[in-house]
């Protein structure tokens, strides 16, 4: 069926694709924070394991908005582990680090998440998709303002 939403369907093509980098990368720092959250030790482990699971299930609420709106643009969402390999940017961690890599690792995630959604703007801005800019523009503070916090816990 036609799609006619004010976007031409290159640009929503293109747009998709961009939002698939990001819900790859949505999905690697998803599945990395849950890794943390199960394996965290050491003195800081309540604290540590109590904010990764309101990361976790923050970032689990964001996939879903990622993948509806790339839905909503006429694409298919990738969706297995294979796709989320190939398409992110944030490196899959095989180990287990000590707790303060783990935030160290959680900071350059939420970070790299944020440059890939930053990246989109252009695009968005072209073919006048406020729809996509202002879904990236609230999954950026939430990245920024997660990193900030997690930073905080390597001060001092």
Same mark, same amino acid.
């Given at each position: 069926m036609q799609i006619d939403i004010g976007i031409n369907e290159t640009n929503r093509t293109e747009i998709a694709d961009g939002?698939?980098?990001v819900l790859a990368?949505?999905? @690697?720092?998803?599945?990395?924070? =849950?890794?943390?959250?199960?394996?965290v030790t050491g003195p800081m482990f309540?604290?540590?394991h109590t904010m990764f699971e309101?990361?976790?299930?923050?970032?689990?609420?964001?996939?879903?908005?990622?993948?509806?709106r790339i839905r909503s643009l006429g694409a298919f969402a990738p969706a297995s582990f294979s796709a989320y390999a190939e398409l992110s940017s944030i490196e899959e961690e095989k180990g287990v680090p000590i707790a303060k890599d783990m935030i @160290?690792?959680?900071?350059?995630? =939420?970070?790299?998440?944020i440059k890939t959604a930053r990246s989109l703007y252009p695009i968005c801005d072209s073919a006048d998709d406020d729809a996509t800019a202002d879904l990236l523009t609230a999954r950026i503070q939430v990245h920024e303002k997660t990193a900030w916090m997690l930073r905080s816990l390597l001060e001092g």
């Amino acid at each position: 069926m036609q799609i006619d939403i004010g976007i031409n369907e290159t640009n929503r093509t293109e747009i998709a694709d961009g939002l698939g980098r990001v819900l790859a990368d949505s999905y @690697a720092l998803y599945l990395k924070t =849950h890794n943390f959250h199960w394996n965290v030790t050491g003195p800081m482990f309540q604290t540590l394991h109590t904010m990764f699971e309101g990361q976790y299930t923050e970032l689990a609420t964001a996939i879903d908005e990622v993948a509806e709106r790339i839905r909503s643009l006429g694409a298919f969402a990738p969706a297995s582990f294979s796709a989320y390999a190939e398409l992110s940017s944030i490196e899959e961690e095989k180990g287990v680090p000590i707790a303060k890599d783990m935030i @160290a690792q959680l900071i350059t995630g =939420h970070e790299t998440l944020i440059k890939t959604a930053r990246s989109l703007y252009p695009i968005c801005d072209s073919a006048d998709d406020d729809a996509t800019a202002d879904l990236l523009t609230a999954r950026i503070q939430v990245h920024e303002k997660t990193a900030w916090m997690l930073r905080s816990l390597l001060e001092g």
